[in-house]
């Protein structure tokens, strides 16, 4: 994903002269291409994250699209105070990309697991929340956010991760997919999980659909209208913490539409997140995940 | 080439400016008089002689910058905009009255406060970075960030200091109204910055102390800064007096707090008439 993502971004930069990119002085192997080719829009701000997001936010006072590149809690949690004032009271055009979602630098501890960034960022008005499942995915949202005027977040994995859809996708913005076909449940995966689920052999059967759901934030409201009139059940997973992500963002917009008249039932939901707990050992992302109960 | 750039030029009185700020205060039942007070001489040294805007066009993107990063500072720029004629006697006497869109901190959608402030070592970092755009794009424009002593303490100031001397960002004025307080008090005692001329000296500034009431040493000092041919990042370290210009406030912190009442905004007024 993060190739994927950088490579897109190159070919954006290369159209519009508006895009900059900055790094907390991580990227190691990853942006490198991007500094040798566009030396003037490129800096390495240092370990610095407030400032990293603060001089974000004066370049795109002075007309840049600026993408702010870390890791996990760095560009996020670190200095969230900035991306709420600086970036998003004003509007500006900054797009946080944190490498590193939820366990994918599993063995590294708790500092590197990205598991609470839907949570807090989705609070934050005009924010969008992004998680891509495949590379197809990421190079979509890299280029919608390359268009954008306005904050944006993507969560990106790590590496190695195989595409889930046959071939590239407009950059149309927060969309759904639906991969397979299904009546009596529906399977929502956000980010990584859609790896995970997408070659489960209960599919086979027919009875359950899959969904790819890469945008936390805004949700398709007219989207969950039909889930609500289609399906008995609805299993969503994230690669976040059980409060205040993807199925907090789905259990709310089911509740709201419902309140409003607009759905006469509201579907099962079971929501599949990490259960308000911190790992204290260490492990690869699969074992992890499995560790917190992550799986179909 | 003519350039529609260019400082106010007018004379800005500050017992003028002070005068408002207390009709302000009075009239919306602000707090934060010492800390505006403390400023005045600084905005309005800076907006006479050295700001450079475009009048016809208050967002002329090649305007000089003001960054208010002390955001509770705010009636110092308030009173500003009212010699401008950008603010009028209503928008003053209905200071926090319903739908009045002038806020208590410094806030970029107020028209003419270019960053927002309040929240303390915001305003420098974002001043940085539109100082890094500029160098960038070869302009020349300048970008005065100020701040209070107290805002010091912020770690963020520092990143962004650091930043700016590395990036040579030399159109970068960096200005502290060192009034010697903080919130609860004076802030040798809560939490000792010790000399911030020496400290921006080794941040790789080149600095200049003045008194930040004395008008022409204000004037020669930032004089000095703008002309300056020393590619290092600008400060000027003002030594101030918290609620400067009325007896009973100036070094009396409660006036960070206070509000006026009608013997005490009498007699400031008594002491402020021209």
Request: hydrophobic residues 40%; proline residues 4%.
């Amino acid at each position: 994903m993060r190739s994927t993502f950088l490579s897109t971004l190159l070919d954006v930069a290369k159209h519009n002269d508006k895009i900059f990119l900055l790094c907390g002085d991580l990227g190691y192997s990853v942006l490198e291409p991007f500094a040798a080719a566009f030396p003037q829009r490129f800096l390495n701000v240092g370990i610095a994250e407030q400032n990293m997001i603060a001089v974000a936010s004066g370049l795109a006072k002075e007309g840049y699209n600026v993408f702010v590149y870390s890791l996990g809690n760095f560009p996020t949690l670190r200095c969230l105070e900035q991306i709420r004032y600086d970036v998003c009271y004003h509007n500006l055009s900054v797009k946080v990309v944190a490498v590193g979602g939820g366990y994918s630098y599993g063995p590294l501890g708790t500092s590197h697991h990205t598991t609470e960034d839907f949570g807090v960022l989705r609070t934050l008005p005009r924010m969008r929340v992004a998680a891509p499942g495949d590379p197809h995915e990421t190079a979509a949202i890299t280029r919608y956010y390359g268009s954008l005027a306005g904050p944006g977040y993507l969560r990106l994995n790590k590496t190695g991760e195989f595409c889930v859809h046959p071939q590239s996708l407009e950059p149309v913005g927060p969309t759904t997919y639906c991969l397979k076909k299904g009546k009596t449940t529906a399977v929502l995966a956000n980010g990584s999980m859609l790896q995970d689920v997408f070659q489960d052999p209960r599919f086979e059967l027919n009875q359950w659909a899959l969904f790819s759901v890469p945008f936390v934030k805004p949700m398709d409201l007219d989207w969950l209208v039909g889930l609500a009139q289609e399906f008995e059940e609805l299993i969503s997973l994230e690669e976040h913490q059980l409060s205040c992500g993807f199925g907090s963002a789905l259990a709310e917009g089911l509740m709201d539409l419902y309140s409003q008249g607009k759905i006469s039932r509201v579907p099962r939901l079971k929501r599949v997140a990490i259960p308000d707990v911190f790992v204290e050992h260490s492990g690869s992302q699969a074992y992890l995940k499995a560790t917190v109960g992550l799986k179909l | 080439m003519n350039s529609p750039l260019k400082p106010w030029g007018k004379q800005i009185d500050a017992r003028s400016l002070r005068r408002t700020i207390l009709q302000m205060a009075w009239a919306g039942g602000s707090v934060h008089l010492g800390s505006s007070f403390s400023l005045v001489e600084l905005v309005a040294v800076l907006y006479q002689h050295f700001i450079r805007l475009n009048w016809a066009d208050r967002n002329d993107d090649a305007r000089d910058i003001l960054a208010l990063s002390k955001g509770h500072g705010v009636m110092a720029l308030y009173a500003c905009f009212r010699e401008f004629g950008w603010l009028n006697d209503a928008d003053i006497q209905g200071y926090f009255s319903p739908k009045n869109h002038l806020k208590g901190l410094s806030s970029a959608h107020v028209p003419g406060i270019e960053v927002s402030g309040g929240s303390l070592g915001h305003g420098i970092t974002v001043s940085t970075g539109m100082a890094l755009a500029s160098k960038l794009k070869g302009s020349d424009r300048r970008v005065f960030a100020l701040l209070g002593d107290g805002e010091m303490n912020e770690g963020s100031v520092w990143e962004s200091l650091l930043f700016a001397a590395h990036h040579q960002l030399n159109r970068l004025f960096v200005i502290v109204d060192s009034n010697r307080f903080q919130a609860m008090g004076e802030s040798s005692l809560i939490l000792n910055m010790g000399s911030l001329k020496q400290k921006f000296e080794a941040f790789g500034f080149e600095v200049i102390e003045v008194d930040g009431h004395n008008v022409a040493d204000l004037q020669n000092a930032f004089e000095r800064l703008v002309t300056s041919t020393d590619p290092r990042p600008k400060a000027l370290v003002a030594h101030t007096i918290k609620g400067k210009g009325v007896s009973f406030m100036e070094n009396n912190n409660d006036w960070h707090y206070l509000r006026l009442t009608e013997e005490t905004y009498q007699a400031a007024l008594g002491e402020l008439s021209p």
